[in-house]
């Protein structure tokens, strides 16, 4: 097999080197407490991705604390000793054979071989949720029939490879146009000083202006001068973690002649300015929001000071809302934050809030609740956290997934929520609660989930048969009237026809639509989900409270 590789790769790169992997297999292990010291000698490369669990082994005579999310590449001869009772994970295991291949003047040598592309022991990577999927996808694949020989599982293999790779050298990972690259080069070489739009064209190759810009954008998403903005901001983020930091140094040292305009654009970029950006690991941080982002925080292992949410909603007397508001802001005041985070909902409050402390508004510009919640995260200073809780997520989606899949066949489920004015269909797409259902966990939609629209409102009685055997409804703001629209809904000709409803399996549930912008709400959600499915089963009652 190998000899035929060789044949097959080494003509189109004689004089170079070259990588290529066999897969050999896939597996899910759970590894438990053992009664006696074990002693296991590696014989084959193995990628090992740590998914629960976590112990104590001697990895080549080194003691290692093994730990969710850790990844491990094992290499032959490598020895692995298992301290009794030090050790209960599970991890996926990848199994294969990486051939580098070298030519040159019609002569070829093939060994088994990841010089140069990773290092042996624990791999370092930055952000493992992202492994997380390519490794479980890779698993799923292995398990087809259609796909168990075929060159689909290497090629995935080798791009899961690249992916490490890339991570562990926080390289990007996805190839521009050589032009851009050496402009980009030049901005990194030069970043310091001030920069032109002509001198960057000239830097990518004598390139007229309005075309390297066109091309630019078109490469990177954004104009050159905003990606130099944002590259001299990354920049001076690193330079104010150093604790001898001074703002003004920091400025100057990015191509900023003026350390107030410097502090003016860092906090246009970051949300913070630089002085707060120094201390941000300590500072005080209070949430007004509509979206449940204090559990952002609290995921983060942060209690907001104050958590307010000043939407006026329906069915609250003009009355209620003021006083509720002036109750809020008071508290808000009295809670002393050093920044408030604060959602779209919240636009409206920008000066009030000024007067307590600096707000700092998630984009959304798209519906990206992960981006909203790295971006908090940044800003507190737990992006390791972040990531390992995007992490765990990650593995109970996927588990769960499985878990629902495998339960629900092909019965289909729409999610429907109820207000005081219409009745709303929930679409597949562009809305992070949809995302969830039917994207991360792969379930079937009912008939008239639209495709293209996040949700699709209708009158109860313009409501069609429902082609769902599940059926999710939330009641939404009760207070204004939503149980009279359920009621005119559950007296339709259409609802007893529902095979959801006929078969009992209509069921009531929290604020999914909110809970699903939060790692703690999506993570709340499945566990319900599951709960759900599993009350169906034993004929339980089939309703969560408010």
């Known amino acids: 097999m190998r000899e035929r590789l060789v044949e097959l790769f080494m003509p189109s790169y004689a004089n170079e080197t070259h990588h290529i992997y066999l897969l050999s297999s896939v597996r899910k292990r759970k590894l438990t407490e053992t009664r006696k010291t074990n002693h296991v000698r590696v014989s084959v490369y193995v990628l090992c991705f740590v998914t629960a669990g976590e112990g104590i082994v001697v990895l080549d005579g080194a003691l290692r604390k093994i730990r969710p999310f850790q990844l491990y590449l094992l290499v032959p001869g490598m020895t692995i000793e298992l301290p009794e009772h030090a050790v209960s994970i599970e991890f996926y295991a990848i199994s294969f054979e990486p051939i580098l291949l070298e030519g040159g003047a019609g002569a070829y040598t093939a060994q088994s071989s990841l010089a140069g592309v990773l290092s042996p022991g624990l791999v370092e990577i930055r952000h493992p949720q992202l492994i997380f999927q390519q490794m479980a996808q890779l698993y799923r694949e292995s398990k087809l029939e259609a796909t168990k020989a075929a060159p689909a599982l290497r090629i995935r293999l080798e791009q899961l490879i690249l992916s490490i790779a890339g991570h562990e050298a926080g390289m990007p990972s996805a190839a521009r146009d050589e032009r851009v690259e050496r402009s980009i080069a030049y901005m990194e070489r030069h970043y310091m000083e001030k920069l032109s739009v002509e001198q960057l064209a000239a830097a990518a190759g004598a390139m007229p202006t309005v ?67 120094m201390k941000r690991k300590h500072l005080r941080v209070a949430v007004a929001s509509s979206l449940t982002f204090g559990d952002h925080l609290r995921s983060l292992g942060i209690e907001p000071v104050c958590e307010v949410d000043l939407f006026p909603y329906p069915g609250h007397s003009p009355e209620l809302y003021i006083r509720l508001l002036e ?29 307590t402390a600096a707000p700092v508004y998630m984009d959304f510009s798209v519906w990206d609740w992960k981006r909203n919640f790295e971006r908090i995260a940044e800003l507190v200073d737990r992006e390791r956290e972040a990531s390992e809780m995007l992490t ?14 495998r339960r629900l066949g092909k019965e289909r489920v729409t999610l429907i929520q109820v207000s005081h004015r219409a009745v709303g269909i929930q679409g597949k ?15 079937e939609p009912g008939g008239q989930v639209p495709v293209e629209l996040w949700r699709l409102e209708l009158q109860p009685e313009e409501l069609p048969v429902l082609d769902s055997e599940h059926l999710f409804i939330h009641h939404h703001h009760v207070l204004a009237g939503s149980e009279r629209i359920y009621e005119k809904l559950t007296a339709t000709a259409a609802w007893p026809q529902i095979p959801a409803v006929r078969e009992g399996r209509a069921v009531r549930i929290p604020n999914w639509f909110v809970m699903s912008w939060t790692p703690l709400g999506r993570e709340r959600i499945v566990n319900e989900l599951l709960a759900a499915l599993a009350q169906e089963q034993h004929g339980a009652d089939r309703r969560y409270p408010e």
């Open 211 to 277: 075309a390297f810009s066109q091309l630019f954008r078109h490469e990177t998403g954004m104009p050159p001068v905003e990606f130099l903005s944002q590259l001299r901001m990354n920049r001076a983020k690193q330079l104010l973690n150093s604790k001898s930091s001074r703002v003004k140094e920091v400025a100057a040292a990015v191509g900023f002649r003026s350390e107030f305009y410097f502090s003016r654009m860092f906090q246009r970029a970051v949300g913070v300015p630089p002085t707060l950006y």
């Open 327 to 355: 109750q809020q802001l008071s508290e808000l005041e009295q809670s002393k934050p050093d920044f408030i985070i604060a959602d779209h909902y919240h636009t409206d409050f920008k000066e009030q809030f000024k007067r």
């Open 429 to 443: 797409e562009h809305h992070p609660l949809n995302e969830l259902v039917y994207g991360e966990l792969g379930l």
């Open 392 to 405: 765990r997520l990650y593995v109970l989606i996927e588990t769960a997934g499985l878990t629902l899949r």
